[in-house]
């Protein structure tokens, strides 16, 4: 997987959601997890253009 920044205003890569995710032994859901990604990263806490971009990342990480 190549790292990519999803979210500009914060600077945060699909590798640090998915070190955020890693915190975590229960995926619940994606909301409830996007909620605990963006306290550890501050990621959508700006213009929150990248909201649907963290889902799909975490979408595709709790996938894996």
Known sequence: MVNYTIC???QVTYFDV???LN???NFSDVEKNFEEVQKITHCSTG???CHS???DA???IMSK
Do not use: H, P
């Open 8 to 10: 500009n205003c914060k």
């Open 18 to 20: 998915q070190d955020a």
């Open 23 to 25: 915190k975590f032994t």
């Open 47 to 49: 213009c929150g253009g």
């Open 53 to 55: 971009k963290i889902l």
């Open 58 to 60: 975490i979408s595709e």
